[in-house]
């Protein structure tokens, strides 16, 4: 999947440059805002359609939410504090590093907000997260422990990186980084404008 949102991003930046029209990019433009709706109603329907999660969170009650939000705040804090050091307005940090490896809606969220730059930072820099995931789960589970092995991944904890959770930690571990993943794939388009427009 993630080889074809990044040869997805190279065809059509190759598209936008030698055979798109303006008017054909305006017309992206209107065509992307219907695709993002549809996009956060399949997001929704995935959310509410999986059982597991509510029957967890009935279990552990609001226990089970300091995962995913300490993930949201070390993420945004992150994000700001590396923004700062290289000269990126905090907003924009802020709004980059709220899309917790969910590229594909933060990135088109952000291109509305700040235009097809901001939008392209955001793709790559949550795609990016999702890869690295794959490398330091297994070391941050072995040095630092299970649950701590959920926060690299951030959205992609419930599906894409699940199988690293999963093999570096225990059953117990996994189903929680499902929990999480789904709090936090629910946050994205919520916290991305907020931090956006916020700050």
């Known amino acids: 999947m ?3 949102a990044i040869g997805s991003l190279f065809v059509g930046a190759l598209c936008g440059h030698f055979l798109f029209s303006p008017a054909a990019v305006a017309l992206m433009d209107t065509v992307m ?4 709706m549809l996009l956060l109603l399949s997001v929704g329907v995935e959310v509410g359609s999986n059982k597991t999660v509510f029957r967890t969170i009935r279990t552990y009650h609001v226990r089970i939410l ?5 993930v949201a705040a070390g993420s945004i804090a992150g994000g700001m504090l590396l923004g700062l050091g290289l000269g990126i ?3 924009e940090a802020a709004a980059v590093s709220s899309g917790f490896g969910f590229y594909s809606v933060s990135a088109v969220i952000l291109r509305e907000l700040g235009g097809s730059q901001l ?5 790559l ?3 990016l997260r999702e890869l690295l995931s794959f490398l330091v789960i297994p070391v941050v589970a072995k040095y630092l422990g299970s649950h701590a092995a959920i926060a690299p991944s951030g959205a992609t904890a419930m599906d894409t990186t699940l199988p690293a959770i999963a093999k570096a930690t225990n059953q117990e571990t996994a189903l929680m980084a499902v929990i ?3 709090v936090l794939t629910a946050l994205v388009p919520v916290l991305v404008p907020v931090a956006y ?3």
């Open 89 to 91: 307005p905090l907003n």
């Open 66 to 70: 300091v995962i995913p939000l300490g």
């Open 2 to 4: 993630i080889l074809v």
């Open 33 to 36: 805002s219907y695709a993002l």
């Open 125 to 127: 820099t949550n795609i």
């Open 119 to 123: 939008g392209t930072v955001a793709f």
């Open 197 to 199: 427009n916020l700050l």
């Open 180 to 182: 999480s993943g789904v």
